[in-house]
C-alpha cells in the first residue's frame, strides 16, 4: 500500500500536514466549532498548487526556528550556571582570604610579641610605633594600632584610620570588662571606610595571665576584590565557551540525524522498505494521506459542493452505483382534496427537506410509506413512480400498510415510544409489545421491498431514521456485501436514559447491521458507542470510531446535515420587499410594524408553547412593542393521532388566544396561529418577511429551519434567534443563542434582535449564509459516500486478499 506513493503525493501531504496541525492549534485555541476549523484545513488543502518548489523548504525554516529556540534555552541556562557559580566561587575565596588575614595577624603579633611587650610600657612610645611600623612591610596591611588594657590608643602607624577606635573594637576581643586575660580572643571583621572596604584583626596581647592590651591590624581587601572580580570574568568567559562549543555539537549532531531522518523518508518515498522504527509513524501518515487524497479526489476543483459534484463523487468513488434511501416519509404526496382533485404536497419534515435534493443528484430509488390518500392511483401497480413529476430523477417506490401496521409501527412504537425517548421534552415514552411486533413486521416488509429494488448483490442502501432501526441488519442478512449507511436524524440519549426501552438490545444490533451510522453531533455518537457498551458485548475501537459486533465493523461518525444551497425554492418567491408587503397585507400589518415567525411541525420537542409565552413576556415588558409587533407562528398539525399532540394543539391554542385577548387592540392581534401545512414558497415568503425568526426547541438533532430562514435571507437581514438545544446551534455561533426555558431571556433576545441595527444583522446574516452554503447537504452526503467508498474498497481489498491467501489448515471454510 506504503510502496506506490510517489513524491508528489508525499509533497502535499507533508503541507496538507502542516495545514492540519496549524488548524488543530487555532481550533484548539479558539474553541471553534469543527466546521469552521475544517474549511480553514480545506483552504489548506486547495492551496495546494503554491507549494514552494524546494523539496522540504518549510521544513527549514521551521527547523531554524527549533535550533534557535534550543539554542537560546541552553545559553539561558548556562548564563544561569555561571551567576550561581560565580557566586559560589566569590563567597568560598573571600572566606579563605578572611581566614589568611587573621592567620597573618595572629602571626605578625605573636613574632613581635617580644619587641611589643617590651616596649609597652608608656615612655617607649617612639620603639613601639617602629616595631608596629615593622609589622606594616606586608603592603597589604594599611596600618596597625597598639591599644592598652584601659582601651585607649598606645600608638598607631601614620594610615592607621582614626575612625577604628580601641573601645568599639575591644567589644570583640573582650567580652566582658572584668574578663581575665585568658578569656581574650582574636576577633575580625569587615569595615567600609571611605578609601574602600578593610579587613581589621584585632590580636590580645598577654603577659602570662595578664592582659596588656590588643594590637589591631588592618588589611586592605581592594585586592581581594580585584581577585574576585578577574575569577568572575574568567568563569563568565569559560562558560560562554562551553555554551559555544555545546551548542555547535548538539546542532551538527541534530543536523546529521535530522539529514538522516530526511533521507530514510525521502528513500521510503523512492520505494524503499522502512525501518521498524518507522513504521507506526507510517502507519499514521497513509491514514492521513487516504483520507486527505479522497477528500481531495471528491472536492474535485474545490469550492462550494453542487448536485454536479455529488453525482461526480458518486460516478468516481461508487462507479454509478444505484443508490437505495429508506424513510418513512416519502418526498412527495399526493392528497385528494375536498374538491375531489388530487394535490400533490411536499410534506414538513426536515429529512424529506435533507434528502430530496441529495436524491435528485444521486437518481436511484426512495422508498417510503405511501401515506397520500392518493397514492394509489399516482402509482403503478408495483408503486412506483418517477419524481419529481415532470422531471423524473429518481423513483419513488410507495409501501402500502395496514391500519394496523401504521399505528403499531408508525404512531406507537417510532412516535410514542423512540420519539420521546430519544428527545429531552419532558414526555414519557410508551412501550407497548404489540407496537414492537408491528414495528418488526414492518421493518421485515421495509427490507423485502429494498431486496426488490436493488440491482446488484453489493447496492448502497442509506437508511434513514428511527423508525428502520432493525432494518440494517436485517439487510445485512439478506445482502450481506451490501453498504448500508444509517442516519439518525434525530437525538442519541445517554445510556442512562435509553436503557429503559425494553427492546434495547435488539435496537442496539439492528443499527449495528450498518456499515455506517451517522448522527449529527459527536455527542450523540459517544452516547450511541455509550449504550452499546452498556448493554451489548461488543468491542469498541474507540481510535477507528467503530464498533464490532458479531464480527462486523459499524463505523459511528458525526455528519451534521444541512440544507440544499442554494434553496431551490427561492426561484418560486419573490423579492424580499414583495414577499413583506404580500406577507404583511395577509396578516392586515401596518407598514411599520415589527414581524416574528416561527415554523414548526405541532411537535411537543419544538418548543413552541415556550415560544408564545416568551413573545408574551415581551409584549409585558416592552409595553411600546403593544400594537406594533406581530408573531406569527406556522404549524403543521403532525401525529395528531396521539394524545399528547392533541393536548399540545390546545395548548399551543389556549396560549395564543390568552396573548390576543391581553394585547389586542382594534385590528391587532399580537399572535398569529397559522395552523396548517404550508407548502415550501409559503414558508419561505414567511421567513423572507420576517424581521426575526425563532426557533426555540426542547431539543433537536439539527433543526432545519434554522438553516432554511439562513437561506432565504439573501438580502442579508434578519436576525435568527436558535436554542441552545440544537445540533444546529454549533455550528450557527452568530445566531442570538437562548434557553428556551428561560423566558426573560428569551423575551430579551426578541427584544434584542428588533433592535439589532441593520450593519449587525448583515454581519451576523453573512456569516451564517457563508457557512451554509459550504456546509450544504452535497457536502453532506458526499462525505458519507466518499466514507462508505473508502470502506467498500478496503472490504474488496481484504477480500481479494483472503482468497489469495492459502486456507490455514483446520480453519473453517
Ligand atoms: P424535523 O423534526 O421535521 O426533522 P426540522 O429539521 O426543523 O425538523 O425540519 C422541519 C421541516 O419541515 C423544514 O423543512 C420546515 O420548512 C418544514 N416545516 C415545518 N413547519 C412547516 C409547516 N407548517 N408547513 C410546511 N412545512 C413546514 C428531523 C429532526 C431534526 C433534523 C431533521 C433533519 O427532528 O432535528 O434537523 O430531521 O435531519
Known amino acids: 500500500m506504503w510502496m506506490p506513493l510517489t513524491a508528489s503525493l508525499i509533497r502535499p501531504l507533508t503541507f496538507s500536514m502542516m495545514s492540519f ?3 488543530v492549534r487555532s481550533f484548539r485555541s479558539f474553541g471553534h466549532t469543527p466546521s469552521r476549523g475544517y474549511a480553514r484545513l480545506r ?55 578572611e581566614r589568611d588575614m587573621v592567620l597573618r595577624a595572629q602571626l605578625a603579633v605573636s613574632g613581635g610579641r617580644e619587641a611589643l611587650v617590651s616596649h609597652w610600657e608608656p615612655g617607649h612610645e617612639a620603639e613601639l610605633r617602629k616595631v608596629l611600623v615593622g609589622m606594616t612591610r606586608d603592603e597589604r596591611v594599611l596600618g596597625v594600632a597598639a591599644c592598652g588594657a584601659d582601651l585607649q590608643l598606645r600608638v598607631s602607624t601614620i594610615d592607621y584610620p582614626p575612625s577604628l ?29 571611605p578609601g574602600g572596604r578593610v579587613h581589621v584583626t584585632a590580636t590580645p596581647l598577654l ?38 562549543v555545546a551548542s555547535v555539537f548538539t546542532l551538527v549532531a541534530a543536523r546529521l540525524s535530522w539529514r538522516g531522518w530526511s533521507n530514510e523518508l525521502r528513500r521510503l518515498i523512492q520505494g524503499g522498505s522502512p525501518p521498524p522504527e518507522f513504521r507506526p509513524f507510517l502507519r499514521d501518515v497513509r491514514d492521513l494521506v487516504e483520507r486527505l487524497a479522497a477528500e481531495r479526489e471528491a472536492e474535485g476543483l474545490g469550492g462550494l ?9 458518486l460516478t468516481r468513488h461508487l462507479h454509478g452505483e444505484r443508490v437505495v434511501i429508506v424513510a418513512n416519509r416519502e418526498p412527495y404526496v399526493h392528497e385528494r382534496t375536498e374538491s375531489g382533485e388530487v ?61 394496523e401496521e401504521e399505528k403499531g409501527y408508525y404512531y406507537g412504537f417510532a412516535n410514542e415510544g423512540l420519539w420521546p425517548l430519544c428527545h429531552i421534552a419532558h414526555t414519557r415514552p410508551i412501550f407497548r409489545s404489540e407496537d414492537w411486533r408491528q414495528y418488526q413486521a414492518v421493518n421485515h416488509k421495509f427490507a423485502e421491498a429494498v431486496g426488490e429494488e436493488v440491482g446488484s448483490e453489493d447496492p448502497i442502501v442509506l437508511v434513514q431514521d ?106 418560486s418567491v419573490p423579492s424580499v420587499p414583495e414577499c413583506r408587503a404580500s406577507v404583511f397585507a395577509e396578516l392586515g400589518l401596518a407598514p411599520g410594524a415589527r414581524l ?3 415554523v414548526d411541525r405541532l411537535d411537543y420537542t419544538k418548543g413552541i408553547e415556550e415560544r408564545l409565552l416568551a413573545v408574551e413576556r415581551l409584549l409585558e415588558r416592552t409595553p411600546e412593542l403593544r400594537g406594533r409587533f406581530t408573531f406569527a407562528q406556522l404549524a403543521a398539525p403532525s401525529r395528531t393521532i396521539i394524545p399528547q399532540y392533541r393536548q399540545l394543539d390546545e395548548n399551543v391554542s389556549r396560549i395564543a388566544a390568552r396573548i390576543n385577548e391581553r394585547f389586542s387592540s382594534g385590528r391587532y392581534r399580537p399572535v398569529v396561529l397559522l395552523r396548517a401545512h404550508h407548502e415550501p414558497p409559503t414558508v419561505f415568503r414567511y421567513y423572507r418577511a420576517a424581521d426575526v425568526c425563532y426557533v426555540s426547541s426542547l431539543h433537536d438533532g439539527m433543526n432545519l429551519v434554522a438553516k432554511e430562514f439562513i437561506a432565504a435571507r439573501d438580502d442579508e437581514q434578519g436576525v435568527l434567534i436558535l436554542s441552545h438545544f440544537t445540533g444546529a446551534a454549533r455550528e450557527l455561533t452568530e445566531a442570538l443563542s437562548v434557553n428556551p426555558y428561560d423566558l426573560e431571556e428569551a423575551s430579551a433576545a426578541l427584544a434584542s434582535a428588533l433592535l439589532m441595527p441593520g450593519d449587525e444583522q448583515r454581519d451576523r446574516m453573512r456569516a451564517m449564509r457563508t457557512l451554509v452554503a459550504e456546509f450544504n447537504v452535497y457536502r453532506w452526503a458526499g462525505r458519507m459516500l466518499v466514507d462508505a467508498a473508502r470502506l467498500r474498497r478496503k472490504e474488496r481489498l481484504s477480500g481479494r486478499l483472503s482468497r489469495l491467501l492459502p486456507p490455514v489448515p483446520g480453519a473453517p471454510e
Open 466 to 571: 428511527y423508525h428502520f432501526a432493525l432494518l440494517p441488519r436485517m439487510l445485512r442478512e439478506r445482502l450481506p456485501r451490501a453498504t448500508v449507511i444509517t442516519f439518525w436524524h434525530i437525538p442519541w440519549p445517554n445510556s442512562e436514559q435509553f436503557g429503559i426501552c425494553p427492546w434495547r438490545e435488539e435496537l442496539l444490533a439492528g443499527l449495528l447491521g450498518s456499515s455506517i451510522l451517522g448522527f449529527h453531533t459527536q455527542f450523540h455518537c459517544n452516547n450511541f458507542v455509550d449504550s452499546v457498551d452498556r448493554f451489548l458485548e461488543a468491542r469498541i475501537d474507540r481510535e477507528q470510531h467503530a464498533v464490532v459486533h458479531r464480527g462486523h465493523s459499524t463505523l459511528v461518525r458525526p455528519y451534521p446535515i444541512s440544507i440544499e444551497w442554494p434553496s431551490g425554492w427561492l426561484g
Open 596 to 598: 416574528g415567525v416561527g
Open 21 to 23: 496541525m496549524s488548524w
Open 305 to 313: 459542493w453542487t448536485p454536479q459534484r455529488l453525482k461526480n463523487t
Open 43 to 97: 483552504a489548506g488543502v486547495n492551496g495546494l498548487p503554491h507549494l514552494p518548489s524546494r523539496r522540504f523548504a518549510w521544513l527549514n525554516v521551521g527547523y531554524m526556528r527549533h535550533s534557535l529556540r534550543f539554542v537560546a534555552a541552553l545559553v539561558a541556562g548556562l548564563a544561569l550556571l555561571a551567576w550561581g557559580a560565580s557566586v559560589l566561587v566569590t563567597r568560598t575565596t573571600r572566606a579563605w582570604f
Open 207 to 244: 603577659e602570662g595571665d595578664q592582659p596588656l592590651g590588643f594590637v589591631v591590624l588592618v588589611h586592605d581587601l581592594t585586592f581581594v576584590e580585584r581577585r574576585e572580580e578577574t575569577t568572575r570574568r574568567f568563569l563568565a568567559l569559560a562558560f560562554a565557551f562551553l555554551a559555544i
Open 165 to 193: 577606635v580601641c573601645s568599639s573594637l575591644a567589644l570583640g576581643v573582650r567580652p566582658r570588662s572584668d574578663a581575665p586575660g585568658a578569656a581574650w580572643t582574636t576577633w575580625a571583621s569587615v569595615f567600609s571606610l
Open 343 to 403: 394535490a400533490l404536497l411536499h410534506p414538513a419534515s426536515g429529512l424529506v427537506t435533507a434528502l430530496e435534493p441529495v436524491m435528485r443528484a444521486c437518481s436511484g430509488v426512495w422508498v417510503a410509506h405511501g401515506s397520500g390518500s392518493a397514492d394509489r392511483e399516482a402509482s403503478d401497480e408495483k408503486g412506483r413512480l418517477p419524481v419529481p413529476p415532470g422531471e423524473g430523477s429518481y423513483v419513488l417506490r410507495r409501501l402500502w400498510l395496514s391500519p
